[in-house]
């Protein structure tokens, strides 16, 4: 699932996907960074997904649209989940793919994307956050990059590498960054690695 396609003489990350927040209205800083992230990023011609829900998703889609970008969200729809936030009625993309469950989700947000932006969020971002990283370790080489939106990840980070068993590879899977020109620079430098790597 992880390992990418050699694209000749194209772009190796095409498609962002966007993982925060669900419970956070258009006033929230956070909806208006991935606001403002995705639609710089569909200026640049990439295709943003998202997990078709409220919040940092629903502001992912109405960014990359803002910039007549290409969108996706990927769904699902419980029958046994409370706080339900699987499809937001105000999420419309140009296409909507469908899974049975938060996981299934999850991992095809992950197959879907060729690179990950992270914002703020709760439990759910967390699971996200560590999943991508995990994937990063496990396919290192042929991974998928992420990026971490918001200087307050550098204390986070900081404690899991002091605290938790956190090697030299792993850390350099990703990026944290602060502001929007640091994404798309962000995004520059992955492609550039990765595409020396396929061209080997």
């Not at 989700?105 to 967390?126: H, N």
Request: glycine share 12%; with cysteine; charged share 25%.
């Amino acid at each position: 699932m992880e390992e990418h396609k050699k694209y000749a003489g194209k772009q190796y990350i095409r498609n962002i996907a966007f993982f925060g927040d669900a419970n956070i209205t258009e006033a929230d800083e956070t909806y208006k960074c991935a606001f403002d992230v995705a639609e710089a990023l569909a200026r640049e011609g990439y295709v943003i997904i998202d997990g078709g829900g409220p919040g940092v998703m629903e502001a992912a889609t109405s960014g990359a649209e803002k910039a007549g970008g290409k969108t996706v969200t990927v769904t699902f729809d419980p029958v046994n989940a409370r706080g339900f936030e699987g499809r937001y009625i105000g999420n419309v993309p140009d296409t909507e793919i469908v899974t049975t469950n938060y996981i299934e989700r999850m991992f095809k947000l992950m197959e879907c994307g060729d690179a990950f932006v992270i914002f703020k969020g709760g439990s759910g971002t967390i699971s996200e956050f560590g999943t991508a990283w995990v994937l990063a370790k496990l396919y290192y080489g042929h991974h998928k990059p992420f990026i971490l939106f918001g200087n307050f990840w550098a204390e986070i980070i900081d404690v899991l590498r002091k605290n938790m068993n956190i090697d030299a590879a792993e850390m350099g899977v990703f990026e944290i960054v602060g502001s929007v020109p640091e994404v798309l620079s962000a995004i520059k430098r992955f492609e550039n690695k990765h595409a020396q790597t396929f061209t080997k």
